[in-house]
């Protein structure tokens, strides 16, 4: 992940991300690596995806980046033995490798970054010319309906007035602006398309709490008096939920990025 402002729940997340997972794994196939590249994971998470990325490079290696101190963390301890893996915490949009990579892997993070002018520069310097970026983040249309009912919950009196000033946090892009964006920052042979992916989380509030509102939390918890920020955390989450229904059926909307540098 990205956002080192926000205090992600590391192990819960690793916990909860079979969806990232799966998703993971379709971006892994799209890279048709050959096993001997230098790969950034850009935004590793947790680690559990890097893993993924680890298995189709037996001669290959791996720099795999985040700028949550928490997730970098879980990722070593994940990674630990490893040599083919180095875990840095790091900036998406200042990063800093000691040598261009081959090819660039990124699963859910994207979205949590603004700037992707900036982000796209960043990820085109430390590509090696001929280099790929092969990506998935959340794009136009994702989860709508989800954070409708987050919004609306966030404006009852009992939210309100800790929760007026929250802005969405999440860049969801549609594939056309992001191809100007890729291709203004040196890239070609650019693909980029949105996907729909129903998916259902088995553990529903673990997965609200630590994937869905866990910027609503955090805020939450920053905003409102010490004494009754947990419990408005967790009312919060319940009454999200309650309007969800149950099962909690989230439709996502991927999207997904293929570009070469120049």
Request: hydrophobic share 40%; aromatic share 8%; net charge negative.
């Amino acid at each position: 992940m990205t956002g080192a402002a926000l205090d992600w729940d590391a192990a819960t997340y690793d916990r909860v991300a079979d969806p990232q997972e799966q998703w993971a794994r379709e971006i892994v196939a799209r890279m048709h690596l050959r096993g001997d590249e230098f790969v950034l994971d850009a935004g590793c998470g947790s680690g559990r995806v890097t893993r993924l990325l680890l298995e189709g490079l037996s001669r290959g290696r791996v720099i795999a980046a985040d700028a949550s101190p928490a997730m970098v963390e879980r990722a070593r301890q994940a990674l630990a033995g490893d040599h083919r893996v180095e875990v840095t915490c790091q900036d998406l949009l200042e990063l800093q490798l000691h040598e261009r990579v081959d090819a660039i892997f990124s699963c859910a993070v994207f979205h949590h970054i603004f700037d992707h002018e900036r982000l796209f520069d960043s990820l085109r310097g430390a590509l090696a010319p001929g280099g790929r970026l092969v990506a998935q983040c959340g794009g136009a249309g994702n989860i709508d309906a989800f954070r409708c009912l987050a919004e609306t919950v966030a404006s009852r009196p009992r939210y309100d007035e800790y929760m007026a000033d929250m802005r969405p946090p999440w860049h969801y892009a549609t594939p056309e602006a992001t191809e100007q964006r890729l291709r203004a920052a040196g890239f070609e042979e650019i693909r980029c398309w949105l996907q729909d992916k129903l998916t259902l989380p088995s553990d529903a509030r673990g997965f609200a709490q630590t994937v869905l509102l866990n910027y609503h939390l955090d805020h939450l918890r920053k905003t409102a008096p010490p004494s009754v920020a947990e419990q408005l955390a967790s009312a919060f989450t319940d009454e999200v939920l309650a309007e969800a229904g149950d099962p909690l059926e989230l439709h996502y909307v991927r999207l997904n990025i293929e570009a070469t540098a120049a």
